[in-house]
């Protein structure tokens, strides 16, 4: 509800209520000073007295004006006037006369109703429609600004009471021509929404604002997000890790199309999802056909007018995102049944020249997790722990392809394609799988990332299993390396030094007795070794037995021998934490800190 005041005069507008407030500004309803057939309503963007004097945020004020400024869209809120009055500068908006979304959310809630499926896909059409204004806008020069908002969530969506949908604050967006820029390890936005590259504090594109609109309509069609927690760090950890579960296994009004657009907005890699808001837009015009054809603003009018109550009857303003919620029965193996080629199937952007379907590759499933907390660790500190290798079989590694019965790699045509071309015998393609998976792991070791199945380190999984000993004879059946690593190779790999443990190879002897044939190549085991993955809030430098590591938080994993280590977490601004962990052979730690 809108705070009361005394209507204030301010330079060309006159001040009526109050209508929110921020870190850095507080917005107003007011009307142009003039004739009464001239006045109008617009809303009055003004940064806090405390701001009022400080450059950068007069610069941040100032980029928003700039963005936009230059967005003509009507599914976006429009800026009307950019200025000062004596010390303290403004921007006035576009008044929309409504309510916002996260008002609408949180009144259903109360009622224990849902958002019906219709207003859900329209609205989040619409927010896409804008993003899509936005990530394409250009300066007067032509260039790409190369806009990204950074803060989609119901808060700031706005419904009219016309029906109409309107994507406002551009505050914290990012574009090229920003006068300021985000400073390292500053994350942007609420933490709850963000994309995992965005939580991580990485380089971010449009692609991240499709995963926070993913997130939205996900918040629209079940009445929460799709990874709970008390606090952020809990929903900090499952952004990074967890698998979505589709909206159907909690709604059964929710169709088979609706799920893979939702699921494929929440992919994890931004290379997995829409690569666009207007390509997520035309998929959900489709899942909309499906259901309400005519569907639009005056339905939408239709709906906020029967059911949302007044705005002194709504509910206490509370964020119910941090609220732990169980996981509902079913939901992993759910979660597990979409396949890239399903999500891809159902989410096809149709082109004046057909379909154009998006490859996507295929995704391990993870297997059960334990967690532990270590009572004894300080406040604020979080460990899991996967447990140790156990002794029962690994899980077979995808193979290439199915051999079919009459398959004509084996029998006496082995070695020869069916148009008669010579083709690698199967011992090859295994010698270059094996090659292959050890050259990527080298590779992830030297540069410092996580390794390839580190999305699953956490939550509900334990320690992948080692992959077998693959023999090197005629008869090694095809292995393919995981569906993580790259599925061609690159045209050239660079040498890399390393102090992992190189394969050694044990070569037959020169002269070999008559009475034993040579020993076939094999590969030495590497020494086992253990993981330590660390994860704070904020950022923070991490050392390592006294030795800091190239890289900050986040989110930071890397390969340690196993045995006691010394960790320390220095922030920017000083603060530390130090703990001393023990971690076995195959064993996988994650330490996680929220500093105060």
Avoid at 154 to 159: C, D, F, Q, T
Avoid at 338 to 355: K, N
Avoid at 503 to 509: D, L, R, T, Y
Wanted: charge should be negative; charged fraction near 25%; glycine fraction near 6%.
């Amino acid at each position: 509800m809108a705070d009361a005041q005394e209507p204030a005069d301010f330079g060309r507008y006159r001040l009526l209520r109050a209508l929110g407030r921020g870190g850095m500004a507080e917005v107003h309803l007011a009307e142009t000073i003039g004739p009464a057939t001239l006045r109008r309503h617009v809303a009055i963007k003004r940064l806090l007295p405390a701001f009022a004097s400080s450059k950068r945020y007069v610069q941040m004020l100032l980029d928003e004006a700039h963005i936009a400024g230059g967005i003509r869209h009507p599914n976006v809120v429009r800026l009307i006037d950019f200025g000062q009055v004596g010390s303290t500068h403004y921007i006035a908006l576009e008044f929309v006369q409504g309510v916002d979304l996260a008002f609408v959310l949180r009144t259903l809630r109360a009622q224990g109703r849902d958002l019906p499926v219709p207003v859900a896909l329209h609205v989040a059409r619409c927010v896409a429609r804008g993003l899509h204004a936005a990530h394409t806008l250009a300066d007067a020069e032509g260039r790409p600004m190369r806009v990204v908002h950074r803060d989609v969530s119901p808060h700031n969506v706005l419904l009219s009471d016309a029906g109409e949908v309107k994507l406002i604050d551009f505050g914290v967006a990012k574009a090229e021509t920003n006068l300021t820029t985000t400073r390292t390890g500053i994350i942007k936005g609420k933490l709850q929404y963000m994309s995992p590259e965005q939580a991580q504090a990485r380089p971010v594109d449009c692609r991240s604002d499709v995963f926070s609109l993913g997130m939205t309509l996900y918040k629209m069609l079940v009445g929460h997000l799709p990874f709970s927690g008390s606090n952020e760090f809990q929903i900090y950890d499952e952004i990074l890790r967890k698998r979505a579960t589709p909206p159907s296994h909690l709604r059964a009004d929710v169709t088979e199309r609706v799920d893979a657009l939702v699921l494929r907005a929440l992919q994890k890699s931004a290379d997995d999802r829409f690569q666009s808001a207007d390509e997520m837009a035309r998929v959900i015009d489709r899942a909309l056909a499906e259901i309400a054809p005519t569907f639009g603003d005056a339905e939408v009018a239709a709906f906020l007018a029967s059911e949302r109550p007044s705005t002194d009857a709504a509910p206490p303003e509370e964020n119910d995102d941090f609220r732990e919620r169980p996981e509902p029965s079913g939901a992993f193996a759910a979660a597990t049944s979409w396949d890239a080629a399903r999500i891809a199937r159902l989410t096809r952007m149709e082109e004046q020249d057909g379909l154009v379907p998006t490859v996507r590759a295929v995704v391990a499933e993870p297997r059960a997790t334990v967690s532990t907390v270590l009572d004894d660790e300080p406040s604020g500190t979080l460990i899991l722990e996967a447990p140790e290798a156990d002794a029962e079989s690994p899980p077979d590694l995808p193979s290439a392809r199915a051999p079919a019965p009459d398959d004509a790699s084996s029998g006496p045509d082995a070695g020869r394609a069916d148009d008669g071309a010579p083709v690698t015998p199967r011992w090859g393609w295994a010698v270059l799988g094996l090659l292959g998976f050890l050259t990527a792991i080298l590779i992830a070791l030297q540069f410092g990332g996580a390794e390839a199945d580190v999305e699953w380190v956490v939550v509900r999984r334990s320690a992948p299993a080692t992959a077998p000993s693959l023999p090197v004879s005629a008869d090694a059946q095809a292995v393919a390396a995981p569906s993580a690593l790259p599925t061609t190779a690159p045209e050239a790999v660079p040498a890399v030094e390393s102090s992992a443990p190189q394969p050694i190879v044990e070569s037959a002897p020169a002269s070999p007795p008559t009475d034993a044939p040579p020993a076939p190549p094999t590969a030495a085991s590497a020494p086992p070794r253990a993981y330590l993955t660390v994860s704070t809030l904020p950022w923070a430098w991490v050392y390592l037995d006294g030795t800091r590591l190239s890289r900050h938080t986040p989110l930071v994993s890397v390969p340690v021998k196993p045995g006691r280590h010394r960790l320390r977490l220095e922030t920017g601004d000083g603060r530390t934490h130090s703990a001393e962990v023990m971690l076995k052979p195959g064993q996988r730690m994650t330490i996680s800190h929220a500093f105060e």
